[in-house]
Structures are given as C-alpha cells and as structure tokens.
C-alpha cells in the first residue's frame, strides 16, 4: 500500500467519500432516532400490568404476543437479508420500486426498534418498584408514571446503550450495499473499481468510519458527564452548593495548615 497513492485517490474522489460518509451519517442518526422512539413505545407498552380477568386482559396478551414476535423476529435475522427481503420482496408482491435510501432507513429504524425495546424494558425493571408503588399510591395511571418518574431515570440509564446502537448503526449500514444504498462501503467499491486500488481505497474508508464512531463515542461520553452533573455537593440548611474541585483542594490545605 502506498501513501502517496492514498493521498491521489483522495484528491480525485473525496466527493465520492463525502456524499458516502454524509448517507451513512444519515441512516445512523434517523435509524437510530425513530428505532429509540419505537423502542420506548414498546417499553412502556409491553410493562402495562395485566388485569386478572376481562376483555383488557386479553388484547393486551395478544398485543404483547405480536410485539415479542416482532422483537425475536427482528433480533434473530441479519440486517442484509432483512433489507433484501424488504425492497425485493415488496416489488415482488405489490409491484411498487421503493425509494433505496427510505428503504434502508426504514429497515435500519425497526431493526434497532427491537434491540431498543429490550434495552428499554430492561431500563425499567432495573428501577426501584417502589417508585412505581409511590406513582401508584398518587393516583398516577401507568402512562403517567413512566413519562414522570420511570423514563427519565430509564433515559439516563440506558443512555450508553443506545449510543453503541449508534455507534453498531453507523457501521452496520454498510450491508445496504446490497440494496444499492450509496452509502461510504458502496462508495468505497466503486472508488476500489475504478481505481484498481482496493488497499488503499479500503483504508480511508477505515479511517472514515473510525472518525465518525470516535468522534460519536467522545460526543456522547461528554452528555453522559452532562447529565450526571457535578460529583460534589454541599447541603446548607434547605439548600445545595456545588463545590468546585479546586475549591475542595483550598480547603484540604487550608486543614493541613490549621487555618
């Protein structure tokens, strides 16, 4: 492999690997987005308690049943053959060519739907039931419950989870080649083609896909720190004063000093 090779490719096709790198962008970030949003609806559907008896009982075992198969099915079959089934099977059948790029979106979106609804459902478990007791015993029905008291501890919770699905989605789109998605691996084969060059063409598309996950991880690492807020505080009466670490380090010499 040759640097100065990598260096003519990439004068000569960095639109190619832009306009790759910006569709992979997308489908990470929509696929993501919408498969969170449909993780949190079955989260929250699939906690409803079960009556003992009645007509509500059984829809929702019924619905419940529909969504756990939507989740294993989902789970259980790789992303490209889902995508393959999907755009040539809908052709197939009803004889309608689907938009590649919304197809892919949408196979990305539920398959991450099903990863996301189990993280979800495992967020809210891992939360004290005597929240969910207190919710209760205020009169709060369950949807009351989880959008002010569960979701956003389960939110946080699950927060490093759903960055790795990002993080999974960012890469994992590159199997919509199949479908000829014009995502950064199609891009990549028809630069490699081309060119006849297929280590170097190869490695910036590594170097690619390892700044956008990079760059993704750091981002994320920065609102978890965000969103645990300042590890020290100080209660004063009925009030709570964050202490600056340099000002803890003041204090530790000012007692080493007697002062």
């Not at 419940?64 to 755009?87: D, K, S």
């Not at 490093?160 to 989605?169: C, H, L, Q, R, S």
């Not at 380090?249 to 000093?257: A, E, G, L, P, T």
């Amino acid at each position: 492999m040759s640097l100065e090779i990598v260096k003519d490719i990439l004068i000569k096709y960095w639109p190619m690997f832009l306009r790759g790198a910006g569709i992979t962008l997308f489908l990470a970030v929509v696929g993501t987005t919408v498969g969170f949003i449909i993780g949190l609806a079955i989260g929250v559907i699939r906690t409803i308690p079960l009556p003992e008896i009645g007509p509500k009982r059984v829809f929702l075992k019924i619905v419940n049943g529909i969504l756990a198969a939507y989740i294993e099915f989902f789970r259980g079959t790789p992303m490209m053959v889902q995508a393959m089934f999907f755009f040539y099977g809908v052709a197939g059948v009803f004889g309608v060519q689907l938009n590649k790029l919304f197809a892919g979106t949408f196979i990305i979106s539920i398959n991450t739907g099903a990863y996301m609804a189990e993280i979800v459902r495992g967020g809210i478990v891992s939360v004290d039931p005597g929240q969910y007791e207190a919710a209760e015993a205020l009169g709060m029905n369950h949807y009351q419950t989880m959008i002010n008291v569960m979701l956003p501890q389960v939110i946080r919770n699950i927060l490093p989870a759903t960055g790795n699905e990002f993080v999974v989605n960012i890469k994992d789109s590159s199997v919509l080649n199949v479908i000829s998605v014009t995502e950064l691996f199609f891009q990549t084969r028809s630069v490699s083609g081309s060119t006849f060059r297929f280590a170097e063409a190869y490695f910036i598309t590594c170097m690619i896909y390892f700044v956008m996950t990079f760059t993704v991880t750091k981002i994320l690492r920065s609102i978890e720190g965000k969103m645990d807020g300042p590890k020290n505080y100080n209660i004063i009466g009925n009030q709570m004063q964050v202490e600056r670490p340099e000002d803890l380090v003041r204090k530790q010499d000012d007692h080493w000093h007697g002062n």
